[in-house]
């Protein structure tokens, strides 16, 4: 069953793996290559679809001087068909919402495959910005518009932590349309299983279907990297910077920290009976670090398929 | 190698068993029974030692009321000797100092013999309170008086997550004395590997050994018990309290919960090459919970000594 059959019926136990399209500042012959070289790497790999993130200028968000400098990104939706056209499973294209025009966002939902297209919608990163397009507008936008389009949102388990109401908000936006969520990064367990948990039970009691969560996962190498991901708002617990900063081998060691983390979340999803999917993305791109996420993606396909 | 032994030689990979004495308006008849009982039900098992309990009014540290009301229990060091005699292997008999004079605290601590009890010397609860011995006081008593009796300190993982110094005030007990530590409870996973975490680099940094840290461990089978754990200062995941209540067995869900935590620690501190003991406790008084109390406890041994 392929992945949009999945999510349509309610059902997880799928893998990702996600792209940050290039910078802008790529020349327009390295596009291309660059795009073929992820397919190279992934074509091994028995994975059920490809994520390919929107990035924004998050400066908004977070006052703290960005580790590593904000450099826009090629349009995913460009990418995707200008450079990723022969690759075989549905993708999933992020939108942050607030970069687009009315206009431009309406075509784009219009004109998706509902079969080949899933859409995970981003509001933006602060709420003290102003946007063309409001989350809420993109979201109706896609229900008049394509409505088999397959809508995902995103799901904070550290927000979790912080306000305890983020399953709330994960079902507001299932009520607004959304048939899977996608977490950030997740490196605190206990905030991951504390967000299904009350999901599921809020769910339960309102007599809901819950819907696939899927959970990203990264390989950390560097210091550098572990910083960016805190800017980014991913709770890194202190034991696991410990091991990274002392250890002989760092990305093994992160690797085998992500893998760990994730056969405890599928355990612990099986278990409570929630669907969910897993996700595992490059945060930097260093080579070395990009082929250890190949590798978690392959492990992770094994555990899960096993 | 018995308990003494290992603490003596830095050694960890030992398990206890924690047990609160009788109330002290238990009737002089039913003590020798309840104490029988108790070495009835731990005989099965190949355990290292004995963990006795002293437990003092602790409504100075927590404003809110006790979930179970306090009640004055029979000195651990009498129930020891008075009832617990037979027992065969050394028990770390707990001492509040604050409850003491200091002839009383003297004298004990004199007559002991270090091959046969260990004690863990516990503050006063409130540094509002005026105790005639101090924490410190005891400390040097021990020091000068018995310098062979194994002297244990308490650590609270939880404290380390707010207060991120938890194990600058192990290295600070360890130099005036202790050999190990006991935690409170663990349900938090997580707070316990930061605490591990940065005691082991701390000792490496200041060239120390890192001494045994006996982590403890309980069931509960109840909203209620998880509530006075909660009034005790220990850290309960939701998710975990999700689990136990909508668990058709949450007794079961509990016992399976703590030894999947135990074994994540066991683990991660043989990962990290800091020495561990394993203490299971029973929170509550109820028969069930005892009795699951000491299935964890046969589990533990199981996998520890597999």
């Given at each position: 069953?392929d992945l949009t059959?999945r999510?349509?019926?309610?059902?997880g136990e799928?893998?990702?793996?996600a792209i940050t399209?290039?910078?802008?500042?790529?020349?327009a012959a390295?596009?291309?290559?660059i795009?073929q070289?992820?397919?190279d790497?992934?074509?091994?790999?028995?994975?059920?679809?490809?994520?390919?993130?929107?990035?924004?200028?998050e400066?908004?968000?977070?006052p703290?001087e960005?580790?590593?400098?904000?450099s826009p990104?090629?349009?995913p939706?460009?990418?995707?068909?200008?450079?990723l056209?022969?690759?075989q499973?549905p993708?999933i294209?992020?939108?942050a919402?607030?970069?687009?025009e009315?206009?431009?966002l309406?075509?784009?939902?219009s004109?998706?495959?509902?079969e080949?297209?899933l859409?995970?919608?981003?509001?933006?990163?602060s709420s003290g910005?102003?946007?063309p397009?409001s989350l809420?507008?993109?979201?109706?936008?896609?229900?008049?518009?394509?409505p088999?389009?397959?809508?995902g949102?995103?799901?904070?388990?550290e927000?979790?932590s912080r306000?305890d109401?983020?399953?709330?908000?994960?079902?507001?936006?299932?009520?607004?349309?959304?048939?899977?969520f996608v977490?950030?990064?997740v490196y605190?367990?206990n905030?991951?299983?504390?967000l299904?948990?009350?999901?599921?039970?809020?769910?339960?009691?309102?007599?809901?279907s819950?819907v696939p969560i899927?959970?990203?996962f990264?390989?950390?190498?560097?210091?550098?990297?572990l910083?960016?991901?805190?800017?980014?708002?991913v709770?890194?617990?202190?034991?696991?910077?410990?091991?990274?900063?002392h250890?002989?081998?760092?990305?093994?060691a992160?690797?085998?920290?992500a893998a760990?983390?994730?056969?405890?979340l599928i355990?612990y999803?099986?278990?409570l009976?929630?669907?969910?999917g897993?996700n595992?993305e490059?945060?930097s791109i260093r080579?070395?670090?990009?082929?250890?996420?190949?590798?978690l993606?392959a492990?992770l396909?094994a555990?899960?398929?096993?």
């Amino acid at each position: 069953m392929d992945l949009t059959a999945r999510i349509r019926s309610g059902q997880g136990e799928f893998v990702l793996f996600a792209i940050t399209p290039p910078r802008q500042s790529t020349s327009a012959a390295r596009l291309p290559e660059i795009a073929q070289a992820t397919i190279d790497r992934l074509s091994g790999l028995d994975i059920d679809g490809l994520v390919l993130y929107d990035i924004d200028d998050e400066s908004s968000r977070n006052p703290d001087e960005r580790p590593f400098p904000f450099s826009p990104t090629v349009d995913p939706a460009d990418y995707r068909d200008q450079h990723l056209a022969s690759w075989q499973t549905p993708v999933i294209v992020y939108r942050a919402v607030g970069k687009y025009e009315r206009d431009g966002l309406e075509t784009w939902i219009s004109g998706q495959d509902p079969e080949r297209t899933l859409t995970v919608l981003v509001g933006a990163a602060s709420s003290g910005t102003s946007a063309p397009v409001s989350l809420a507008d993109a979201q109706a936008m896609r229900a008049e518009l394509n409505p088999d389009l397959l809508l995902g949102g995103v799901a904070i388990p550290e927000r979790h932590s912080r306000r305890d109401n983020e399953h709330l908000r994960l079902i507001a936006k299932q009520e607004a349309g959304c048939r899977y969520f996608v977490t950030q990064v997740v490196y605190d367990l206990n905030a991951a299983k504390n967000l299904v948990s009350d999901y599921r039970y809020e769910c339960e009691a309102r007599g809901l279907s819950p819907v696939p969560i899927v959970f990203t996962f990264s390989v950390c190498g560097s210091m550098k990297t572990l910083e960016f991901l805190r800017w980014l708002g991913v709770d890194v617990p202190r034991w696991i910077e410990n091991d990274l900063r002392h250890a002989t081998n760092p990305l093994a060691a992160s690797l085998e920290q992500a893998a760990t983390t994730a056969v405890e979340l599928i355990d612990y999803c099986r278990r409570l009976g929630v669907p969910f999917g897993l996700n595992v993305e490059s945060v930097s791109i260093r080579r070395e670090e990009i082929e250890a996420s190949v590798e978690l993606t392959a492990q992770l396909l094994a555990h899960l398929k096993a």
